[in-house]
């Protein structure tokens, strides 16, 4: 089962901040929390991951919480083509050491012009 | 460099018939694995790989085999198909497993339907 939980919509204006909430509050010490993207049908797209620290590219900014119960996705001035579902995933590691990513259902943002 | 290609885009099949997913990836990526998609729920991993000659199951592995006799190519076969396995189906790949930053790369889908 899914080991995150997210909004299933949000609304953003174009240009303005998206901020993407996840709740994984059952989250172990050495797991990641990673964040992708899917566009229409398309295949996911990896947008961002973070261990402890905020995480910054080009894309987006990661904020974890202190005790990292909970994070935030930020696209700092969303577009018209960040409409998509985000999915928060936490890496887990099976016996060999080996990464499964656990999807749950995501976000569907809806960026407005 | 291509990425991720599959093929074929869209199938129809009929119930028993067989067919092989094609997934193929140039950027010597060692991991690669196959999920699924269904209306209200996230994408599910079917099977894996991490190297040519090592597969093992993810959460949905029954009424499909895998094989992995390259580094490029990760083959899906579906041996009798059920209207249960009518989905979109996605490969991944990415460099390794055991590094947090081995990001996946997705290939564009392929949507299949059995009736």
């Known amino acids: 089962d899914a080991k995150t939980t997210q909004p299933p919509s949000m609304d953003c204006a174009e240009g303005r901040a998206a901020n993407l909430p996840c709740n994984h509050s059952?989250?172990?010490?050495?797991?990641?929390v990673y964040w992708y993207r899917q566009i229409h049908s398309q295949g996911p797209q990896y947008i961002i991951h973070g261990l402890k620290n905020n995480e910054t590219n080009e894309m987006a900014s990661l904020i974890i919480t202190e005790d990292r119960k909970s994070s935030t996705l930020i696209l700092p001035h969303a577009t018209l083509r960040d409409t998509a579902v985000y999915y928060c995933i936490v890496r887990v590691l099976n016996a060999g050491n080996n990464r499964k990513l656990i999807w749950g259902l995501g976000t569907s943002l809806a960026v407005n012009p | 460099n291509a990425g991720v290609t599959q093929t074929p885009k869209f199938q129809v099949l009929k119930t028993g018939q067989s067919m092989t997913l094609q997934c193929a990836q140039d950027m010597n990526h060692e991991y690669m694995s196959w999920y699924r998609q269904d209306p209200g729920m996230g994408l599910r991993l079917i099977h894996y790989s991490v190297g040519a000659g090592i597969t093992d199951q993810g959460e949905v592995p029954n009424g499909y085999n895998v094989s992995r006799s390259t580094t490029e190519d990760f083959p899906l076969r579906l041996l009798s198909a059920a209207p249960s396995q009518t989905s979109v189906y996605f490969c991944?790949?990415?460099?390794?497993?055991?590094?947090?930053?081995?990001?996946?790369?997705f290939g564009p889908g392929t949507r299949l339907t059995v009736l």
């Open positions: 991944a790949s990415s460099y390794s497993s055991s590094r947090p930053s081995d990001t996946q790369y």
């Open positions: 059952t989250i172990s010490g050495n797991e990641y």
